[in-house]
């Protein structure tokens, strides 16, 4: 499993200051463009030695096909006219790098007679030009192809673009790192009748007629569009999209800024309840951070086939249409609050990434982060009534602390050389946990405080490049903390702590928390640490939050004052609750005591909020899965919550994922009938509460809370409600129009069909599928056929997701992990197809945007050691390498064991408690 990764940064010796990109054929049809870029470039004269200019230039290309080069050298000032070039002799390809070499006939740098000294070499600029050609792939990365249904039932297809991180060398020879920015023009020519959108407006268009490639064909009408030069920015920021639009525009009354979101032919009414976000949204950053946006536009983009969520090119931010389009009566309320955090998300990114860039993608924490935590103060200011926040800690918060307490999970700030490794940290430490952190150290200095460091950073840093100690530095002038001190313990370090109070007469211990437990004996320095933790705490009779005090703190350790407070609430009898709000990022162990207090906090009608309420069930729920506690003391701790009478979405969500996750790990037992047994009567009462239809005036949140419940209690086998289901889903498939299943319930529906008559449910939903263009109702359709039992639809479903070309390559991950982890069987099946068909699957798929989920996924199903054997002794044969998977499948092996850990750590445990009151 392990590599050598090669250094594939490149050397100095010419800075860019400016492209002319020009594309003189996009061919739609053979799939292939030609161009030629011209790059103004700069020597650094103050580099070392072995990065002085010479004879070579050598950047960034990748499947490309170099036709030509010439460099020339041209006075400027009092040597302005004069000028000599040399034509390229050799281009040498490095693939491991990424690069080319490009070799001239002549050192035209070095041999001048005016390189006496650097300073009169200030009185020359370069031009390197370069002709290219290469494919419009359909790999989603690089400048690649789409194709789509039109509105005539024939297929289309567009191009564009997808760069981030290291993807625009396979559009043009550039030179593909964060930090060597510079402004560009581009020209597009394209068959007439189609548009070309960009980073910038158009200023200028010419139609003319062309001979076709060939030479042989008819005349062409073709168009050339001219786009206005960009600002300063890096290479990953560029974008062209060509093709078929329809689209819907809106100005901003206070900026002038103008908000367009464009569709594929006959989509552009869904694409409204984005437009309204977005303008809004770019109206509230441009006051919040007291910095304008910098361009005139601001386009939104929905592409047919999008690797990721979206992408923030500068002006011309494109997305995956199923995180922008909304169908009234089909989009769950789940999906529709996603659409508005990945616009809130990708508009932070305009200050928060394209102004202010990551020196390297060593920083990507600094964009991305900083995108995730404001994609929620932009959510939470434009709809107050969602709770942004507790949905944060349920989820953003929530996942960041399940992958950091893996042994393989990395820190924020990681060292990156090669691509590979690049794309390996494009994952939740960078976004939850760089998110989450952000959120701890706004609590701590104050959210205002912080707003004014982030003006800071976003002005003196404007159009340039930042690390993470510009960062704390301008925090630190804004509020006087020691935030670097602070700060840099948990950007540099893997992981988290627990506080574990003491029974009594100990002191509070900060170890690392791990999912797989405790550590004992001799183990790895690295997997412990040491974090500076601010904590607060709620208290019984007591106003507001108190504290913080800072454990391990870098003024010294709080965590002894802290104690002499815990002492004085428990022996006045009080409750208390640690992390106010979750604010703090790390974990709490309370004493067997506290617990028995706290336990009547967690009721709807108690003292606390629902973000603090699933902050307790998280906390007690990770910490008996991890063998810190035991998981039976939190299955007593909710065993009551179906006797509530009311309930929030965010606290039940909660529950159930962490009743989920426990109900995979014991399907296969003997006691499973009697686990469902108690599901069934955590949830029963809540069903009958909300019923199956909503009620008038219900709040948004109720239609998924209703979801979640039926789906929890068709897990535990509720027999009623698996009918219930099927009648509907029978109703619904015969005519839809007429008995309509809301977005909220959909995919639901589906899965609790499927128990009732798995063969029927799953054809009808492929008819389903193969009808839809509606992209939620087409991964509804797929995650639902993938979590079929039977053995022979195992091998179908693989077949029709991987190699039939019905499903989207974007898609094919979602079906891939219902089938992993719905049954012990989907996820030796899964196993197997990796392990008896490795060379097929990675000549199709290895390197490109799904290859880690597909390595992730062939082992995550899987729940023994002797099956982590397995896998890992076959990733160890050089025969099957797993390249830029191999941290997905560290995570997946670590996964495997942790849970054949727990269910023989848990298994006479929960099978006693289960007996004695769910027989």
């Known amino acids: 499993m392990t590599k050598e990764v090669q250094d594939a940064r490149l050397d100095r010796a010419f800075t860019p200051k400016h492209y002319d990109l020009a594309y003189q054929t996009i061919d739609l049809v053979r799939h292939t463009f030609q161009g030629t870029v011209q790059i103004h470039l700069e020597p650094n004269n103050h580099a070392g030695k072995q990065h002085k200019p010479g004879k070579s230039i050598t ?167 001219t786009f206005g030069k960009t600002p300063l920015m890096s290479t990953y920021l560029l974008a062209l999209v060509i093709g078929e639009f329809d689209v819907i525009t809106t100005t901003s009354e206070t900026t002038k800024i103008q908000t367009s979101v464009y569709t594929v032919p006959g989509k552009a009414h869904q694409g409204q309840f984005c437009l309204d976000v977005a303008t809004k949204c770019l109206d509230l950053y441009a006051q ?25 090119n500068w002006g011309c931010v494109t997305y995956r249409e199923a995180k922008i389009l909304v169908k009234e009566g089909s989009t769950s309320e789940t999906m529709k609050r996603g659409i508005a955090r990945t616009v809130c998300h990708e508009l932070a ?57 893996m042994k393989s999970s990395h820190p924020i700030e990681v060292e990156v050389r090669h691509p590979d490794e690049i794309s390996e940290i494009f994952d939740a430490i960078s976004y939850a946990k760089g998110a989450s952190v952000i959120r701890m150290l706004s609590t701590y200095i104050g959210f205002e405080t912080f707003l004014e460091g982030m ?189 509530h009478d009311t309930a929030e979405y965010a606290v039940w969500q909660e529950l159930s994922e962490n009743l989920s996750n426990l109900s995979s790990l014991y399907r296969s037992e003997s006691f499973y009938g009697s686990f469902q047994k108690y599901l069934r009567s955590v949830y029963t009462n809540q069903l009958t509460k909300l019923g199956w239809e909503a009620a008038t005036g219900e709040s948004q949140r109720t239609g998924t809370l209703r979801g979640t419940v039926i789906q929890m209690l068709c897990v535990a086998g509720h027999s009623d409600v698996c009918k219930e289901a099927f009648s509907r889903f029978k109703l619904f498939v015969e005519s839809p129009e007429q008995n309509p299943i809301p977005g909220d319930l959909r995919s639901i529906v589906y899965r609790a069909a499927m128990r009732q008559d798995e063969a029927y449910v799953f054809d009808k939903l492929k008819e389903l599928y193969e009808a839809s263009s509606f992209p939620e109702e087409q991964r509804n359709c797929l995650t639902v056929m993938a979590s079929v039992k039977d053995m022979k639809r195992h091998a179908e479903m693989i077949d029709y997701v991987l190699f039939s070309g019905k499903v989207r390559l974007q898609d094919v991950a979602f079906p891939l992990n219902a089938l992993a982890s719905t049954t012990d069987m989907g996820g030796k099946t899964c196993w197997n197809l990796m392990r008896d068909d490795f060379d097929r699957l990675s000549q199709k798929f290895e390197g490109g945007p799904v290859w880690g989920a597909l390595v992730g996924l062939s082992c995550r199903g899987l729940c023994t050691h002797e099956d982590a054997v397995e896998v890992e002794k076959f990733y160890n044969d050089p025969a099957h390498p797993c390249g830029s998977a191999t941290r997905r499948l560290m995570q997946g092996l670590e996964a495997v064991r942790t849970k054949a850990d727990r269910l023989e750590r848990d298994r006479a445990g929960v099978a006693a408690f289960l007996a004695a009151g769910f027989a």
Not at 174 to 183: H, I, R, V
Not at 364 to 373: H, I, S
Not at 504 to 510: K, L, M, T, Y
Not at 512 to 523: D, N, T, W
């Open 59 to 225: 950047l960034h290309a990748l499947e490309l096909n170099l036709l030509s080069a010439t460099l020339v050298k041209q006075g400027k000032e009092k040597d302005a006219g004069t000028s000599i070039s040399s034509k390229a002799v050799e281009f040498r390809y490095v693939k491991a790098s990424q690069t080319c070499e490009i070799v001239f006939e002549n050192d035209i740098v070095s041999s001048s007679p005016t390189m006496e000294s650097s300073s009169k070499e200030e009185g020359y600029e370069y031009c390197l030009t370069i002709d290219f050609m290469g494919i419009l792939n359909n790999d989603m990365r690089g400048l690649y192809r789409s194709m789509y249904k039109g509105l005539d039932g024939t297929m289309r297809t567009m191009a564009t673009t997808q760069f981030e991180a290291t993807d625009a060398r396979r559009a043009f020879p550039c030179f593909d790192e964060p930090a060597l920015k510079a402004t560009f023009s581009l020209q597009v020519t394209m068959p007439r009748g189609l548009e070309c959108i960009s980073n910038t407006p158009i200023v200028s268009q010419h139609t003319y007629t062309t001979t076709n490639n060939s030479n042989d064909g008819p005349a062409l009408l073709v168009t050339t569009t």
């Open 288 to 312: 919040l951070f007291d910095v304008p946006y910098p361009l005139t536009k601001s386009d939104l983009l929905a592409i047919p086939d999008f690797a990721a969520g979206a992408m923030e």
């Open 455 to 643: 003006k800071i950073y976003l002005k003196r840093h404007a159009y340039g490049n930042a690390v993470t100690e510009d960062l704390w530095a301008a925090l630190e002038e804004a509020s006087g903390a020691p935030v670097a001190a602070l700060a840099r313990p948990w950007t540099s370090q893997t992981g988290f702590p627990i506080l574990k109070l003491p029974t009594s007469g100990g002191v509070i211990e900060a170890p690392r928390f791990l999912a797989s437990g405790p550590l004992s004996g001799i183990h790895d320095e690295t997997e412990q640490g040491v974090w500076p933790t601010p904590v607060t705490a709620l208290v019984e009779g007591e106003e507001g939050v108190q504290g913080p005090w800072v454990v391990n703190g870098p003024a010294g350790d709080e965590s002894a004052a802290l104690l002499e407070k815990i002492n004085e609430w428990s022996l006045a009898g009080k409750w208390f609750k640690l992390n106010a709000s979750q604010t703090g990022f790390f974990r709490v162990s309370y004493t067997p005591k506290q617990w028995e207090k706290l336990k009547g906090c967690i009721s709807p009608s108690g003292p606390l909020s629902a973000t603090d309420r699933l902050g307790l069930i998280s906390d007690s729920f990770a910490a008996g899965r991890a063998g810190y506690t035991s998981i039976v003391d939190s299955l007593k701790l909710v065993q009551d919550f179906g006797s």
């Open 349 to 405: 990114h305009q200050w928060f990434g394209n102004l202010v860039t990551m020196d390297f993608w060593t920083q990507l924490w600094l964009n991305e982060g900083f995108a995730r935590f404001m994609e929620f103060v932009g959510i939470d200011t434009l709809f107050p009534e969602w709770d942004a926040w507790t949905e944060f800690v349920q989820s953003v918060y929530g996942l960041a602390l399940s992958l950091d307490s």
